[in-house]
Each structure stands twice: as structure tokens, then as C-alpha cells.
């Protein structure tokens, strides 16, 4: 069983940059590849970013690419995701998630834990 709890969000101009944190608990968190997806209102849940268990591997959504970084801390349990450039189409709810089962976490159908989701407001 994995917990994930996301932090980071809020309101910043466009232009501006966040750093999104997801901590998660239980000690096999090195093993799962992670990921970040985001739902805007009216809007279906969609990729944004992923990375594998070692930290060797990333890919992102072409519409974040250039702008945004994930990253992750396995020694502190933590996946990190640096966000620059906002632009008003970046607001939305930002989830973590995670699955064990692959190495990386590009759909949302495959990830097996979840966390509760940071809200992302980027104003024009």
C-alpha cells in the first residue's frame, strides 16, 4: 500500500513557476514508477509527466515539454514536479500518482495509488 500526498499548488501569475512535492509513504516507493496528471474543470484527467523508479527515464506531455521537470528523491520518498512558464492552460487539479508495475507511468488507467490532488490557478 502506497499513501500520496501532494503540495505545492496555488495561485501565480502567467510566466511564473511552481514546484509541486509528493510525499509518499511505505518503503517500496523506489520501486514504483511515478506520475503526474492533471484534470481542468469539464476536462478528462490527462498526462502531464512520468518518470521511472531509478530517476534514468522521463517523458512529458508535448503541451508541458520545455517547461516543466519532474524529478524524484527516493531517499526522501518524494517526486517533485518544477513548473516554469506557467500559462492559463496549465490550471487545473495536479494528481500524483503511482504503479509498480511498469516503468513508466504514461496513462492514468494504469496507475495504482493516487493522491488527493493540489489545485494549479495560473491568472493572465
Known amino acids: 500500500q502506497v499513501q500520496l500526498v501532494e503540495s505545492g499548488g496555488g495561485l501565480v501569475q502567467a510566466g511564473g513557476s511552481l514546484r509541486l512535492s509528493c510525499a509518499a509513504s511505505?518503503?517500496?516507493?523506489?520501486?514504483?514508477?511515478m506520475g503526474w496528471f492533471r484534470q481542468a474543470p469539464g476536462k478528462e484527467r490527462e498526462f502531464v509527466a512520468t518518470?521511472?523508479?531509478?530517476?534514468?527515464?522521463?517523458q512529458y506531455a508535448d503541451s508541458v515539454k520545455g517547461r516543466f521537470t519532474i524529478s524524484r528523491d527516493n531517499a526522501k520518498n518524494t517526486v517533485y514536479l518544477q513548473m516554469n512558464s506557467l500559462k492559463p492552460g496549465d490550471t487545473a487539479v495536479y494528481y500524483c500518482?503511482?504503479?509498480?508495475?511498469?516503468?513508466?507511468?504514461?496513462?492514468?488507467?494504469?496507475?495504482?495509488?493516487w493522491g488527493q490532488g493540489t489545485q494549479v490557478t495560473v491568472s493572465s
Open positions: 518518470i521511472n523508479w531509478s530517476g534514468t527515464r522521463t
Open positions: 500518482a503511482a504503479d509498480g508495475g511498469i516503468s513508466l507511468l504514461l496513462s492514468s488507467a494504469d496507475a495504482d495509488y
Open positions: 511505505g518503503r517500496t516507493f523506489r520501486s514504483y514508477a
